[in-house]
């Protein structure tokens, strides 16, 4: 491809609402372009990657024994009320009405499509397993679109559906989609980790992250050190051992705390650490006012706390609703004498002793309170882990780092399978549920994870694999007869090779085409300029600081010599 010819409209400024890295760059580099907030267009170069990655995803697939096929986006009522989702969603759903006033959604996932699609085909034990794909455009309502096509409301996802006659079949094929998984990343070279997940909206018994490690990842992710295991922040127990209390249980009292409403003002005004209080946070859970109390250094753990409640919306409560919980402002919350429909308690808070909380009256707070004494409620695990914790697992050390999910693998059971009433008839002519497992992939996701760890000041270093051309030539001076032709004739070798090449043919400064070939990030340059008199160009890898020149007649050896180091094949 001729760059001249090349629809590639690079940037040199930082767009305002870049927040990140990769959503810069894929900006900059002519990837995308924003049509309304968390919607894009994807440009030539953007295409090309996404099918890079889209050819490697199904390549493994199908090297897993998964089957391709296309389902519909727009999918009828009917089918997420048989599973019981279509409330239980929640406003991310796009719904809308034909002319017939009949109801769809624009697919955000495609559980209730595969099960359907099953339970009219498949009757006979013979028949499973089965192991179902597709590679589809999802829509979801995001509630804030943000970091680029990190959080967006429509996505690339490659989502496969499993059908076992048995859990250990089930088994079997969730360990096939998890080596298909690790293969998949390998290619593209990313830095990942499989961590343990909560299921979500989704549903099932057990599922586990692909997690690319990065600095403005929206995913807390917890490693230990000793025993290897990971998981999301989300999903991760807290282990608290109940300690002895050797401080005498003092006497309640009430304390006017005027204009203290925040622990750090709390902190300041009582001369004393966070750890020595208990707060106290209100939300609203579908119908119900629930409040819940964590040590005041903690933080709330909502999907454990939506997960106990077994709830579809959670979120903080409003000011009225604090106001007629707590008969106060915000920021006086305390368990003693609160109007909720139910109280938890954090585990750790049974440890405390002595503690200060809120008083539900405006401008004031108890001290010496007690759990038991003065207040009970429902005791459990609902803090988020932190690195003062011990690994869940072995108690060794732990630490948190941020990830990015590009990859998601759960084991469904019989959760859609019996709503749905999808059987099948084993060799007793009995029926039975089949047992699901669900796997998806966020292919844009991906093309920016592989951005952020793979790019510098100047732009994106693309993986080989992922690359959307592979060698880029420049001839320095276009309009001088040797450099072009010279260019020309290795552009057509490396072609006939099975290369994807770019050749830079603009009449531009060199300065400026270097520039965009770092931008978007080609993996090979070779450059033709004046000392091909001498028959010597300019070989450099995008991803190293130095260059080196060789001969014309090396370059085929270098090039191949640079894709075997990748593992991609000519």
């Given amino acids: 491809m001729k760059v001249s010819n090349l629809f590639m409209p690079t940037m040199r400024e930082v767009p305002k609402e870049a927040e990140i890295p990769s959503y810069e760059l894929m900006l900059r580099a002519g990837l995308m372009r924003k049509m309304a907030s968390g919607v894009f267009n994807y440009l030539p170069l953007g295409c090309r990657v996404l099918s890079k990655i889209e050819a490697i995803v199904r390549e493994e697939m199908d090297r897993a024994g998964a089957q391709e096929i296309l389902c519909s986006a727009l999918i009828p009522s009917e089918l997420w009320k048989e599973s019981g989702r279509w409330e239980a969603f929640g406003p991310e759903m796009f719904k809308l009405r034909d002319r017939n006033e009949r109801e769809f959604c624009l697919g955000p996932t495609h559980e209730e499509v595969f099960t359907d699609l099953i339970r009219n085909e498949i009757k006979s034990y013979k028949d499973l397993p089965l192991n179902l794909y597709q590679i589809q455009t999802k829509y979801r309502d995001e509630i804030r679109p943000r970091f680029g096509v990190m959080r967006s409301k429509e996505f690339v996802m490659k989502d496969a559906y499993s059908f076992d006659t048995t859990e250990e079949g089930l088994d079997v094929s969730f360990n096939k989609m998890y080596d298909a998984y690790c293969r998949i990343f390998d290619r593209l070279k990313l830095n990942y980790s499989a961590v343990e997940a909560d299921s979500g909206a989704i549903g099932g018994t057990g599922s ?244 952020e760890q793979n790019h510098d000041e100047k732009g994106i270093i693309w993986p080989l694999s992922s690359a959307p051309y592979q060698v880029i030539i420049v001839p320095v001076q276009i309009k001088d007869e040797l450099q072009r032709k010279t260019a020309e004739k290795i552009y057509d070798k490396l072609t006939k090779m099975g290369v994807e090449v770019l050749i830079d043919d603009r009449d531009e400064r060199a300065g400026v085409k270097f520039n965009d070939a770092d931008l978007i990030g080609i993996p090979v340059r070779i450059t033709v300029g004046k000392k091909i008199k001498d028959n010597i160009v300019e070989f450099k890898l995008r991803r190293d600081k130095d260059l080196k020149e060789i001969k014309v007649d090396e370059i085929t050896e270098n090039v191949i010599n640079f894709f075997k180091e990748e593992g991609v094949n000519l």
């Fill in 208 to 451: 586990k992250e692909f997690m690319v490690k990065s600095d403005v990842g929206e995913d807390d992710v917890v490693f230990c050190n000793s025993c290897g295991y990971a998981a999301n922040v989300e999903k991760a127990p807290v282990v608290i051992n109940k300690c002895s209390k050797n401080e005498e249980l003092k006497a309640l009292e009430k304390v006017e705390t005027p204009h203290a409403k925040t622990i750090e003002d709390l902190v300041g005004f009582f001369n004393t650490t966070s750890d020595k209080f208990a707060k106290t946070l209100i939300y609203k859970a579908d119908d119900m006012v629930v409040a819940v109390m964590v040590r005041g250094d903690r933080e709330v753990n909502e999907i454990k706390v939506k997960n106990l409640l077994n709830v579809i919306d959670l979120e903080l409560a409003d000011e009225k609703t604090v106001q007629e919980a707590t008969s106060a402002i915000v920021g006086f919350a305390g368990p003693i004498g609160i109007k909720a429909d139910r109280l938890l308690v954090d585990a750790e808070v049974l440890n405390m002793t002595n503690m200060i909380v809120g008083a539900n009256e405006t401008g004031y707070h108890y001290i010496n309170v007690n759990y038991e004494r003065d207040f009970k409620g429902t005791v459990g695990d609902f803090r988020n882990i932190t690195e003062n914790d011990v690994c869940p697992k072995c108690g060794g050390k732990i630490e948190v780092k941020r990830g990015i999910e590009v990859g998601h693998i759960f084991k469904l059971g019989t959760k859609y399978s019996k709503a749905m009433n999808a059987n099948f008839v084993d060799e007793k002519g009995e029926e039975h549920p089949i047992i699901m497992g669900c796997y998806g992939i966020g292919i844009n996701r991906t093309i920016a994870a592989i951005i």
